[in-house]
């Protein structure tokens, strides 16, 4: 075992015993050497295999029910695995489940002793960092208070903070910081972002393509608990969110082609990536590709009042149709309306936003005052949005909409909210935050100090 890995996993798998009906267990366990079994066996993971070194931050992604959580469990001990073996060095500090492992009937304080005692601190190193704990959890005089009294969020408070503050070698992090409000999360993230530069290894689960980019040396993909790919973070979450958003009738396919893609794997600065993606990655990089099962399920139309929208799409400035984009890049969104009868002064519009439904921005053809006059019926317009995309990695919807006067004033005569979706690709190398790059340009400059500017004439 090399001194520089702090979690080895070894061909894990683990399999559950499925019951159709209640009685089925007993009958299991009375006659266990029965012609058949009693259940049928699901098998959650798949021979999982890799190692996570010290200090490494590795994010594992996957669709729902793909074995995140399991893996999780087993790497922890809560779980055993049913196959293959785990081995953990240091300490380990997790956070799987709002609460897990607190008495319900103990107070706060008397759970942190109680945590802390499972991590293998002594009373005396729990004594010395309670007071952080406790300030960190900010739950005031609730800390003196039985835990079954708490709220979710209070819960998650008071675990985080007796997570973060044993001081693991290891901190493994389900998706339990996603139910705090905004500003314990940034709070999260931040100690978080701190352990992750002293020097501790974290392992987590997250759906968030732009978080596991930015905080990730490494990522691993999960499907149908068969690890299909392990390397660079970009990479990873590029093949997960083809996966997610893949046709049912695609998955096959697509999970073939990754799988096939990481029996090509070789070591590059530390990550694994496959020969041939990396060659695919660098033309999607140029100025966007296509990808079919990128599709939204969320579109509302409204009824038609004498137009109607067509085949709204992102382009590339080369003319080719793009929903997977690059940062910095230039696009035209653009769409038909075909008209069903005579309309009086039309406009057009458009809108982006994010997966939350938050408008980040849009633009229309005109101010009402330079409307187009009049359309004759079986005419058709095509209109054009020329963007340059200045978003933050993710993925983000695009409205269409067409505007004519009427006897009510302006009205749509076509609208369709979320008629398309596009995913912009991981940049590592970006220092914007937030959502939008507003292309600011900084500077630092060393000012030297009095006694350094004395000394050095």
């Known amino acids: 075992m090399s001194s520089d890995l702090a979690i080895e996993v070894r061909g894990v798998g683990k399999s559950f015993a499925i019951y159709e009906r209640p009685h089925h267990r007993l009958m299991q366990q009375l006659f266990p ?69 607190f008495n319900p009937e103990f107070t706060g304080r008397e759970n942190v ?29 609730f800390i003196e208070q039985p835990v079954k009294t708490y709220s979710s969020g209070m819960y998650v ?20 910081l996603s139910v705090g409000d905004e500003a314990f999360q940034r709070k999260c993230h931040a100690r978080i972002e701190a352990m992750r530069q002293n020097g501790a ?25 068969e690890q299909l790919a ?9 093949r997960y969110q083809k996966l997610i958003y893949a046709p049912s009738d695609a998955v096959g396919a697509i999970r073939a082609g990754i799988r096939a893609e990481a029996l090509d794997t070789v070591a590059a600065d530390g990550a694994y990536l496959s020969t041939a993606a990396a060659c695919a990655l660098a033309d999607v990089l140029d100025d966007g590709h296509f990808e079919p099962g990128l599709e939204p399920q969320s579109t509302v139309r409204y009824p038609s009042r004498g137009a109607r929208i067509l085949e709204p799409h992102l382009r590339s400035e080369s003319g080719r149709v793009v929903n997977v984009v690059r940062c910095g890049t230039t696009y035209v969104y653009t769409y038909r309306i075909a008209f069903d009868r005579a309309c009086r002064r039309v406009r057009c519009g458009m809108l982006i936003k ?45 409205n269409a909409g067409v505007l004519g006067a009427s006897d009510e004033g302006e009205i749509y005569l076509d609208r369709h909210i979320d008629i398309a979706m596009f995913r912009v690709l991981p940049q590592p190398e970006r220092l914007a935050t937030a959502l939008v790059d507003f292309d600011v340009r900084s500077t630092v400059t060393l000012i030297e100090a009095a006694g350094n500017l004395e000394a050095s004439r």
């Open 354 to 398: 994010t997966v939350s439904g938050l408008e980040l921005g849009g633009a229309v053809t005109a101010q009402p005052a330079d409307a187009i006059e009049h359309v004759e019926a079986g005419a058709e317009l095509e209109v054009s949005f020329r963007l340059r995309n200045l978003l933050a990695p993710g993925t983000y919807f695009l």
């Open 157 to 176: 408070r008071l675990a985080f903070a007796v997570a973060i503050n044993v001081q693991p070698d290891v901190l493994i992090v389900d998706e339990a």
């Open 201 to 225: 290894t974290i392992l987590f689960v997250s759906h968030s393509a732009g978080l596991v980019t930015q905080m990730c040396s490494e990522a691993i993909l999960l499907d149908a608990g």
């Open 33 to 101: 050497n029965a012609r058949r079994p009693w259940f049928r066996e699901f098998r959650a993971l798949h021979d999982i295999d890799f190692d996570v070194r010290r200090g490494e931050t590795v994010g594992i992604v996957g669709r729902n029910g793909s074995g995140k959580s399991t893996l999780l469990q087993i790497i922890c001990g809560t779980l055993a695995p049913t196959t293959g073996s785990v081995r953990v060095h240091g300490r380990v500090a997790a956070l799987l489940e709002l609460g897990a492992g």
């Open 230 to 238: 392990r390397g660079a973070p970009k990479f990873v979450v590029a």
């Open 113 to 141: 002793y109680l945590n802390g005692t499972v991590l293998g601190l002594t009373r005396d190193e729990i004594d010395r960092c309670f007071d952080a704990i406790a300030a960190f959890a900010d739950i005031g005089d």
